[in-house]
């Protein structure tokens, strides 16, 4: 069947319907810690309007609930095994399953049986799936369920759905999506090649629908911080008040490549300061090459951070040398506090930054030239500010307000 591709971008804003029949939801992610970042509006949306949630994921799922807001939670917190206590008390349930970051590992065929029985077993008839390897097993166990009634929808993040010739990891998790093809009626892309893989390798019996993420909060109301924000900023950070600051807020890990940001700040001027908040297996391993480098002074590395507001009024460019995004969270949050952007040029990113217009993009991995389009911004304030006003402008159209109605309806099959 040929794959229809429908791209949201322009569609209107209007709220989803909560005048049709209710579903029973089964919601896959890798880890609880995914679905509390990204997806509590969507979760606590389809609890309020009754549909039957569980959250099926690896990891500790405390104060999920909370965060949704269901009085009555259904508080199912075992492992994969046919004995996991149950709490039945509402119209949301919570199953840990033992997912692990490896494909191979028989832990994740475990998770997919116990997802099948789950399936064969319960009362649902949608299926929606997040996150490359969760959504594979996931869709593992609905073949295996043998249910032929299931509509499933999986979002594509963009943080591992890759091309061929892109290394043997993208490798095996486009030959994963052409397995499961056969039961996926539906893909939701965030970017246009995640868009264009989808589409050219018929990866869905049904269409491939892109949107704008899953939804900023700060992007409804974008504000450049004043003069006198800016400074309060600063001076609650202990950020100098002449430095020329560099925000990158992501996990550290080989995907968003700080490294590379930390190589180009060493032949970067001594005013010139970046700002890396985040947690990652990789922390200790930037922070080791800033000190070798000697730039461990100007890098400053605050580990996980409640108030990147407050970051992001003190900083002057947002910056990413990401190898692979699918519509990076901490971008879209960046431009809707008037930043301009200097990003490197790669899925996801280029979605976002209209070159030299709100903002700039380098080769992946080039230090250097990441190194000069940072000087070029710092040089020019007329140019720097022009591209955050342009970032504002932009902001808007990531907002959740405006993402989630679109979603919601897609999920909902309109």
């Known amino acids: 069947m040929p794959t229809d591709v429908r791209d949201e971008r322009d569609a209107g804003g209007d709220a989803p319907s909560t005048g049709g029949a209710t579903h029973g939801v089964l919601y896959v992610a890798s880890t ?12 606590r949306a389809m609890v309020e309007r009754g549909d039957r949630v569980t959250l099926v994921a ?10 949704v807001g269901a009085g009555g939670v259904e508080g199912i917190t075992g492992s994969a095994a046919d004995d996991a206590a149950e709490r039945r008390r509402g119209s949301l349930r919570i199953v840990r399953v033992p997912f692990v970051k490896k494909m191979s590992s028989p832990s994740n065929f475990a998770a997919a ?6 399936l064969r077993t319960g009362d649902y008839d949608l299926v929606l799936t997040h996150t490359a390897l969760a ?5 593992l166990g609905v073949g295996w369920s043998g249910r032929r009634d299931l509509r499933v929808v999986n979002t594509v993040h963009g943080y591992l759905f890759g091309e061929e010739g892109g290394g043997m990891k993208n490798a095996l998790l486009l030959q ?60 609650c950070l202990g950020v100098p008040q002449g430095a020329f600051v560099l925000l990158c807020a992501a996990e550290f890990s080989a995907r968003k490549n700080q490294r590379v940001l930390v190589e180009a700040l060493q032949s970067l001027p001594d005013d010139v300061m970046l700002a890396l908040p985040g947690t990652g297996a990789l922390c200790q391993e930037v922070a080791n090459l800033a000190r070798d480098l000697g730039v ?55 979605d976002l930054v209209e070159e030299g217009v709100n903002g700039l993009t380098f080769p992946p991995d080039d230090a250097a030239w990441l190194a000069r389009a940072v000087m070029r911004l710092r040089d020019d304030p007329a140019e720097r500010l022009a591209m955050g ?26």
Request: proline letters at 6%; glycine letters at 8%.
């Open 296 to 350: 461990e002074g100007r890098a400053a590395m605050p580990g996980f951070c409640d108030d990147l507001a407050s970051w992001r009024a003190a900083a002057d460019v947002c910056v990413s040398a990401s190898r692979s995004e699918g519509l990076p969270f901490h971008v879209m949050e960046a431009m809707a506090a008037g930043l301009p952007l200097v990003l490197s040029a790669v899925k996801g990113h280029v």
């Open 135 to 139: 959504a594979f097993f996931a869709r």
């Open 389 to 414: 006003r342009a970032s504002l402008e932009r902001a808007p159209r990531y907002s959740l307000e405006r993402v989630m109605p679109r979603l919601m309806g897609i999920y909902e099959g309109e």
């Open 32 to 43: 609880f810690g995914h679905l509390r970042s990204f997806h509590v509006p969507y979760i």
């Open 58 to 67: 690896a990891g500790d799922p405390a104060n999920l609930a909370d965060l």
């Open 113 to 118: 049986r116990a997802i099948a029985r789950m």
């Open 176 to 235: 994963a999506e052409r397995m499961t093809a056969g039961v996926t009626d539906e893909i939701v892309t965030m970017n246009a090649e995640d868009t264009r893989i989808a589409t050219g390798r018929r990866l869905c019996r049904g269409p491939v629908v892109q949107v704008d993420g899953m939804g900023v909060l700060e992007a409804a109301h974008p504000h450049a911080p004043t003069a006198d924000e800016r400074a309060r900023a600063r001076e």
